[in-house]
């Protein structure tokens, strides 16, 4: 069975930082590609950034680049994605998917991930 597990989450203060962690078991980094999602209150789920399973493929929403760091550590089968300079326009639930395709280029499709974890709530406040 396949789990991801978010946290990281909480309350920051507009320019601060934080670091989500997304747990991943039943699948290996290391077949699928992950990526990050995030839903605002009354907002559709959006793209936030995606690494390919052999990790040289990354992907950054133009919202978030320049701000947010994904990475991967595929002997934990953990990712992380750190995020600095956040901005009230941030806030929402973020989500970790992951998907396997035939390719070894990442994928901002959310069509493309199989399995989502819960989600971790980020607030920042202005």
């Known amino acids: 069975q396949v789990h991801l597990v978010e946290s990281g989450g909480g309350l920051v203060q507009a320019g601060g930082s934080l670091t989500l962690s997304c747990v991943v078991s039943g699948v290996t980094l290391t077949a699928y590609d992950l990526g990050w999602f995030r839903q605002a209150s009354g907002k559709e789920r959006e793209f936030v950034a995606a690494?390919?399973?052999?990790?040289?493929?990354?992907l950054y929403e133009s919202y978030v680049k320049g701000r947010f760091t994904i990475s991967k550590d595929d002997a934990l089968n953990t990712a992380l994605l750190k995020m600095n300079t956040l901005e009230p326009e941030d806030t929402a639930v973020y989500y970790c998917?992951?998907?396997?395709?035939?390719?070894?280029?990442?994928?901002?499709?959310?069509?493309?991930?199989?399995?989502w974890g819960q989600g971790t709530q980020v607030t920042v406040s202005s």
């Open positions: 690494i390919s399973r052999n990790g040289r493929s990354i």
């Open positions: 998917a992951v998907g396997r395709r035939n390719y070894d280029y990442a994928s901002s499709r959310s069509l493309n991930y199989d399995y």
